[in-house]
């Protein structure tokens, strides 16, 4: 009994020393958009709470948490109060089987791209009941327009990540890094290019993040799902979709940037030098750029129409990942990639 | 192993109490949510079998697009708290029937496998793969079924578009590879102004 209790007191340890981390990344997150956005738009962006304005994102949490929940009239107060935790609870339990190094990981299952894609697919749900549960109009239709926008763009990311099965013939999120080792060309980015790009269109557009973010598009529908939260429970919302973005970035980097190897692989004078060698800071490094990447896109892109969102998820994205994946199988077969 | 006991009653709990109240609550969206619920408590149980692939498809398919299908179309068509339960006499005597005739297929199942079966299976030794297990068994043993299973799936999703896409007169549509081709020479024409609005 005691070594059960021991068994619970570790695991329990090892997931606040992944959830603890993630909360201080969405935090500084926040601070890193305004920064870069502010840059992008020659502002200088936050600069007042510390030094360099590195205390705004703990300014702006304890603004948040003192601020009063309010409930709209004729809510559903069970759902509207759930809503934010359905939202953060599939975005914080992915984590457990993303591998940080060769052997950090969590929970070292076998399905575990099929775990992150079903708890990505569950995410939806905050936002749908939150959306309802307001009883507003626009918190409805920005929960309507999220939900189709995730079904869609979840049919084209989840053949994307077939064509990395099929390269790497395996489930296992550890499994599909090692079978990427070798060097910068052996990476599946390469092989794979289209499915590269589909799939991080589609994570942005899972994410309802700009230029795809319809569901909470302020000229047209206010702030969409999230119009009546405030105070903590739309923390919680902000938590989750910040979360959801790390997720996705740090997804794109172990399927298609070879995780936490190194680009000088095989380099023999680097050698077993932190450069050479592979580890936790390269796979840092690679989810970090991918998270810069979604802020220079909401810098860069005007908002998608609706009807557009939809054409670009089913008519060019789901056709272009299966002719890949077909692609990707001829590869297997001539050997030039995943072995024999 | 009592905990993994434990755990299995309590998610079948979860299962037969939301199943039922799917039947019963009177908001279809508190349905559909209580339909989700009963699903993942299945997916859990599966999980515990150490049917960890099945588990994870049945959280993809069915919670993660199925019932947020399912969903948006009951929020879309906002019917109010049902009539259904006043009706509920009219569906009694074939419900009845179905019921029965599943609990006779569920009794059998259990009947045949014998009755000393335990709750818990037996753990599978290191390194033993579900997955692959189930990929090698559907694409060797069962490939003809699958492949049937496959076609007939294939069939009724080319019905279900070819029924609903009909043509109706009237509505426009867009043809987003004319509008890319739009010149601004076709569009646009300047037209030089006098100030007191008379063309020159």
Redesign the interface.
Known sequence: MID?FLTLAWTVTKIMMIVFPITIAVAYFTYFERKVIGYMQVRRGPNRVGPLGLLQPFADVFKMLFKEIIIPTNANRF?FLLAPVLALAPALTAWAVIPFDDWLVLAD???GI??V??LT??G??GI??GG?ASNSKYA?LG??RS??Q??SY?IAMGFALVGVIVLSGT?NLTGIVQAQSGSLLSWFWLPLLPLFVIYFISGVAETNRAPFDVAEGESEIVAGFHTEYSGSAFAVFFLAEYANMILISALAALLFLGGWLSPFQGVPVLGDTVLGAGGVHWFLLKTALFCFLYLWFRATFPRYRY??IM?LGWKVFIPITIVWIMVAGVFRLLGWYGGA | MP?MEIVFYLFSAVLVASALCVVTVGNP?HAA?FL?LSFFSAACIWMLLQA??LA??L??VY???VM??F??VV??LDVGPSRAASRIGAYLPVGLLVALAMGLQLFMVIWTRGLESQVMPEPRPEGY???SEIGRLLYTDYLYAFEIAAVILLVAIIAAISLTHRRRPGTRH?D?GRQVQVRREERVRLVKMSSDGEER
């Open positions: 059960a759902l299952i076998d399905a099929l775990f894609l079903a697919s569950m939806v749900y749908l009941i309802w409805l929960g309507l939900a189709a995730t079904v979840e489930l009807d557009q054409r | 905990i969206v949510l989700v960890e692939f994870i498809v959280v993809l919670v993660g697009a947020v299908l969903l948006f929020m879309m793969s579900h997955t867009q987003p």
